[in-house]
């Protein structure tokens, strides 16, 4: 069973920017249940993947193992984790992504 954890920073956030558009986010972002491969990939930090989701001028970023995503297929996907970490409007983009690199180093 896929995994999805969004951190509670970034479920704030969402609730405080969308408001009752929220429940759609939370689509976009749970539908990577049955999509995993779904996202633009960003960049890649040893193992771990770093993509995003677009909804509407917003951008949502997340981390997924890429030797699980690539090695097992559909039926197979049972403890692949995908973590949301940030979102950010277009003109914040890259500072967020290098953010998101800069911690995932660290790691």
């Not at 999509?35 to 960003?42: E, T, V």
């Not at 097992?72 to 049972?78: I, P, Q, S, V």
Request: charged share 30%.
């Amino acid at each position: 069973m896929i995994r999805i954890v969004i951190t509670k920073e970034l479920r704030n956030n969402i609730f405080k920017t969308f408001k009752q558009d929220s429940r759609n986010v939370y689509k976009l972002l749970l539908s990577l249940k049955k999509q995993p491969n779904k996202g633009k990939l960003i960049s890649t930090i040893g193992t771990m993947l770093l993509k995003e989701l677009k909804y509407r001028s917003f951008r949502f970023y997340f981390i997924i193992d890429g030797n699980s995503l690539y090695l097992f297929n559909a039926e197979k996907l049972e403890e692949l984790l995908i973590q949301f970490m940030k979102m950010s409007k277009k003109n914040d983009q890259q500072k967020t992504i290098d953010k998101i690199k800069e911690i995932l180093r660290r790691i």
